[in-house]
């Protein structure tokens, strides 16, 4: 069993730039698979962003070359930078972890983008 807590969420300017972090109780393996994903009020859960045990990355087409997906194994830690936010970028932030069949989430942290 994993635990994923995130952290770092806020309010933030548009333009502004918030990094968001995953800790996982237990070990990330290579074989693991973290992803970001997020939810706005009345809209369905969407990926944000992907990243495999050989750092290999994914992103939605909404954040590509905004946000930078990383992972540290040493330290069972995800993160997203988030840079240029927008407002539409608001959204509850989930923390997800894949291994084979199992799949493991975060309980999520806010991030609001507004002036």
């Known amino acids: 069993q994993v635990q994923l807590v995130e952290s770092g969420g806020g309010l933030v300017q548009p333009g502004g730039s918030l990094k968001l972090s995953c800790a996982a109780s237990?070990?990330?393996?290579?074989?693991?698979?973290m992803g970001w994903y997020r939810q706005a009020p009345g809209k369905e859960r969407e990926l944000v962003a992907f990243?495999?045990?050989?750092?290999?990355?994914n992103y939605a087409d909404s954040v590509k070359g905004r946000f930078t997906i990383s992972r540290d194994n040493a330290k069972n830690t995800a993160y997203l930078q988030m840079n240029t936010l927008k407002s539409e970028d608001t959204a509850i932030y989930y923390c997800?972890?894949?291994?084979?069949?199992?799949?493991?989430w975060g309980q999520g942290t806010q991030v609001t983008v507004s002036s």
């Open positions: 997800n972890l894949k291994r084979g069949f199992l799949d493991y």
């Open positions: 237990g070990s990330i393996f290579g074989v693991d698979i």
């Open positions: 990243i495999n045990g050989r750092s290999s990355t």
